[in-house]
């Protein structure tokens, strides 16, 4: 695939991009410190969007390139089968309730 | 700065929206067909939205100075109803003859049923048998990697469909390989709440490269932003991106596409 560099220096994105991902990231663990402070929490621990969201998690620290498009394809439904129509199905809720623990 | 916003929804938008854009320099956009947030009852109510494409909206759109283009087609998320589908369909050629109408979008899935497959497949037809450029919707969130890649697999056993004329729009960081790799155009759309975020949208272009690929707002009756092509302007910008490399993302190569429709002037 042909493509360009980001043309800014590495400690330039840090300079220009740290403040709002380091904001980013503590949402994140507020979400998860609220959902750990809420009523019925083992059914939050074994919703399949938390668990989504903790392999996600891992996936940030364990891969060296191409996370986001990892991440992407983590929420992203692998099955191959097709629903005779879509009336009776939810709305795409953002990952996969399909996925099995070893999907993450 | 020459911009050309090319995904669109002003029948959902206000006239202050239309001024925003004619103050930005937006003067060039294209609308495609789409959900209005409620299932159409009859033809006659598509057929009335699809007057309103092509006749009302060019109108008011020409009061700021702003060249209007249109896209027909039925989405996805109203192919449920297949008999109703098959009647939109028939009067869908009426439209695309009209001066205006670019081709048959944006066409596509939703969640990836047998029925809006089926509806897919006879628009694809009708865009084969008329040689239109087809806008294609892809599915949302979960539903959007398998959904692009059943839509490419139909699109790929249409022998008489030219990638080059097709794109796949709202593409992410996890499709637009694969699109751009089987030969279509590639579209990324600037959401605040889902699809990209202006940085994640030039992260693509720095990582896919900056061919056969448009940016747009897909700014509708939903949480979305109409000057938000103009945000990812300002994010090149602030990385040190040439104004050639800018000029092409968000000028040349919608114009490019575009063209490809006779109907199509380039502006400027």
Known sequence: MSGQNCPMKATDVIDCYFLENRAKLIDIAAFLDRIDRSIEVNDGHSDFRYQAILKALHMLTELNDRRTEAILKNFSDLSVELPESAAELKSACGAWEGARNEDY | ?268
């Open chain 2, 1 to 268: 700065m020459k911009i050309i916003e090319p995904h669109i929804h002003m029948v959902s938008r206000t006239t202050d929206d239309y001024q925003a854009l004619s103050w930005a320099g937006i003067h060039t956009i294209t609308e495609p067909s789409f959900w209005p947030g409620f299932d159409r009852r009859s033809v006659e109510g598509f057929r009335d939205y699809f007057e309103q494409l092509t006749q009302a909206e060019p109108l008011r759109a020409a009061q700021f100075g702003i060249t209007h283009y249109s896209w027909i087609g039925l989405n996805p998320k109203e192919a449920e109803d297949i008999n109703l589908a098959r009647e939109v369909l028939t009067v869908i050629p009426d439209f695309l003859d009209r001066h205006n109408v670019l081709g048959i979008g944006e066409i596509g899935l939703n969640k990836n049923s047998k029925n809006e497959l089926n509806v897919l497949e006879m628009q694809i037809s009708i865009a084969a048998e008329r040689n239109e450029l087809i806008l294609v919707h892809t599915p949302h969130l979960e539903d959007k990697l398998k959904g692009t890649r059943l839509i490419m697999d139909v699109l790929a056993n249409e022998s008489r469909i030219n990638p080059w004329r097709v794109l796949i729009d709202h593409a992410e960081e996890h499709t637009v390989a694969e699109i751009k790799n089987q030969g279509f155009w590639c579209g990324l759309t600037l959401y605040p709440q889902s699809k990209c975020t202006p940085a994640r949208a030039v992260d693509i272009v720095e990582s896919c490269g900056s061919d056969q690929i448009w940016i747009n707002s897909s700014a509708d009756w939903g949480i979305s932003d109409p000057l938000a092509t103009l945000k990812a302007v300002e994010e090149m910008r602030k990385r040190g991106h040439t104004e050639q490399v800018i000029e092409k993302i968000f000028y040349k190569n919608p114009n490019t596409f575009l063209s490809q429709c006779a109907k199509f002037a380039t502006p400027f």
